[in-house]
């Protein structure tokens, strides 16, 4: 940890961390590829939670330890609890904290993102990938429909038909093939996957935060709402920004012809 990150929480299995207005949460099991166990899970959602929450941290970038981001769900718990129970009180929660959360989330994907693994990666709302990574569809080689919302995620990025083929195949899909199907912003070279991110992470840390938590609550309701209800919440967080000290010191910038960005800080 740099000396000008500070920790953000104490857990078994996931690193926090905090440096300026970024969080960086890690997976932290890498002799297992990063799967998830029923402790990991909860950890997840306390720390996701934790971020969501606090006022300080814009943006927040979540990876894996290791060579993997994280291979799904560990098959040694597989068949020890009531899986129905287990994606709708331990998965779901972890997914609904990252869309809900007002800034913005960073997959950083090494290695694999397989089975549900995908679907956490795919919940995030950006996702940069290293050049050597792949995502893997994996649930039909083991005899399980895709989960973790990846049916939904998966069609409505790709199209029934496509998303069926590959769901199917249990389909691995190279870095490359990710970013022109549209699942991955951003391809680079394996080393400078996480510079990559902060940077990123930073340059939207940097944005309005009411601007950036409206812009990504109205891009997720158009996902699935019709022209009229996404255009009237439109106007709704549009005079919220518009009222926002962040809009009104760019607008004097503008008006005076000063560098934007000279004025007050973002809030």
Known sequence: MSGDMQAGGTYRHLALVHEGAVGFLELARPAALNALTRELRLELRDALERLAADAAIRAVVLSGQGRAFCAGADLKEAGTGDVEQELLEEYLPCFDAIAGMDKPVIAAVAGSASGVGLSLALHCDLLVMAEDAFLGIAFGRIGLVPDGGASWLLVRQLGYRRALELALESARIPAARARELGLANRVVEAPRLMEECRQWAQQLAALSPVAVAGTKK????????????????????????????????????????????????PK
Do not use: D, H, I, N
Request: glycine content about 8%; some cysteine.
């Open 218 to 265: 109205l891009m997720r309701l158009a996902a699935q709402a019709g022209f009229t209800e996404v255009f009237r919440r439109e106007a709704v967080l549009q005079e919220r920004c518009a009222a926002s000290g962040y809009f009104r010191e760019r607008l004097e910038e503008f008006r005076q012809k000063r560098p934007a960005g000279s004025g007050v800080s």
